[in-house]
């Protein structure tokens, strides 16, 4: 005998209820990537190693915590280029556009700097969505032969990204700083840190001081940032799409390859953009690639079972379902949400940076690096804020770019397979 379902308003609202838990979840992550890529020296994998750690005392539902993660994920990809610009505190996937960027600050093109970071983050997300679905169905049929010919693959990249140096001066320059990161790397990463806050690890410090403290440290003698002109782009909108093109392929190299960031995976996809304005395509270039490897990484995830974040290693680590069709809206809310973020904070950062003595603002933000690091790995994490932070000083003296410095991560990973 059938029995007639219960009326409408007597239905249970499982469904409502659990969209708007992820829904609140979605928009928490997303705050705390705001303050994550704000925060100089911060990254969101730090909050996302947090939110693995009390998720238990707090009995977080696994799934709206990894929405939670990964809005915050990916909202940072957009805001860590706020500080980088106006402080001189770039995020590790961001380190190696400094520079660049830097360049355009000091001209009074630094408002004109985010709104092409914007756009580079925000066409590597139209990009990269689409083009995961095909690329991860060929990373899984050749994912094992991938993994056999890793390290011989990453020699391969170290290789190309010390050629890319336009001297050989350059590019003994180079070779010396990745050798450097590299024993750095190999030291430090073995260390058993534990932080204060008894989440985080060696990454904060070793990325702090290598990116970081150096460029703080330049700087103390600045004049600090001056005034900002007007947000017209001076690059057009064919060069803009081709150089996102180029950082999105980029990130699609990061999210399946451990230890290749973003910087290196842009300045090995430069060459082929059109090259008329380097500067402003590496800016839009490593900002799409940083954004996209959220996208790329999060499709190995879910396919591969292979984290290639720290987000998504605490995602795993939280008992985060594998929920790609939950996870992709996710991933583009947070991604329009960070866009509007840069606009609006972005030049408030720029004019509050500006009215404030340069002297007193690095030493406070060095300050700012070495709680961290405490925070984060204990008092070893402040051995290797320092140690990492000589280090970091090596490229510029040099000539050569700070993309070697990446040989941290890059050259353990080519020893140890």
Do not use: K
């Amino acid at each position: 005998m059938l029995v007639a379902p219960p009326p409408a308003a007597q239905l249970p609202l499982v469904v409502p209820a659990a969209a708007a838990t992820l829904v609140a979840y979605t928009v928490a992550g997303c705050a705390l990537g705001c303050l994550s890529g704000l925060l100089p020296g911060l990254h969101a994998n730090n909050f996302a190693m947090l939110l693995a750690a009390v998720a238990p005392a707090v009995d977080a539902p696994p799934l709206p915590l990894g929405c939670a993660m990964l809005s915050a994920g990916v909202v940072h990809t957009f805001l860590d280029v706020v500080p980088s610009l106006a402080l001189g505190v770039p995020d590790a996937a961001m380190a190696v556009s400094a520079l660049p960027g830097h360049r355009l600050v000091i001209e009074g093109r630094g408002r004109e700097a985010l709104r092409l970071s914007a756009l580079g983050s925000g066409g590597a997300i139209l990009l990269a969505v689409p083009a995961a679905v095909p690329l991860t169905a060929a990373m899984r049929a050749a994912y094992g032969e991938l993994r056999a010919a890793l390290p011989l693959l990453l020699l391969g990249v170290v290789v190309a990204l010390v050629a890319s140096e336009p001297t050989w001066r350059r590019r003994v320059g180079g070779a010396v700083a990745f050798l450097l990161a590299a024993s750095l790397g190999h030291a430090a990463l073995s260390l058993p840190v534990r932080g204060a806050l008894g989440a985080g690890g060696v990454l904060t410090p070793l990325f702090a001081g290598l990116f970081g403290a150096p460029v703080l440290l330049d700087a103390l003698d600045g004049d600090g940032v001056p005034a900002q002109a007007d947000a017209r782009l001076a690059l057009g909108r064919r060069d803009v799409a081709a150089t996102t093109a180029a950082g999105t392929a980029a990130g699609a190299a990061v999210g399946y390859l451990p230890g290749v960031s973003a910087g290196v995976a842009s300045t090995l996809a430069l060459p082929l953009t059109r090259g008329r304005d380097p500067a402003r395509e590496y800016v839009v270039a490593t900002s799409g690639a940083n954004t996209a490897t959220a996208v790329f990484a999060l499709f190995a995830f879910t396919a591969l079972d292979a984290p290639r974040s720290g987000v998504l290693v605490a995602m795993r680590d939280a008992g985060v379902p594998a929920a790609l069709p939950t996870f992709v809206p996710v991933v583009v809310v947070a991604a329009a949400v960070g866009f509007l973020a840069v606009l609006v904070v972005g030049d408030a950062a720029f004019r509050i940076v500006g009215a404030v003595n340069q002297r007193r603002l690095v030493g406070s933000v060095l300050a700012l690096l070495v709680a961290l690091s405490w925070l984060f790995a204990g008092a070893a994490g402040v051995v290797v804020l320092a140690a990492a932070a000589v280090v970091g000083l090596v490229p510029p003296r040099l000539g050569c770019r700070r993309v070697h410095l990446m040989g941290v991560l890059l050259g353990p990973l080519v020893v140890g397979g």
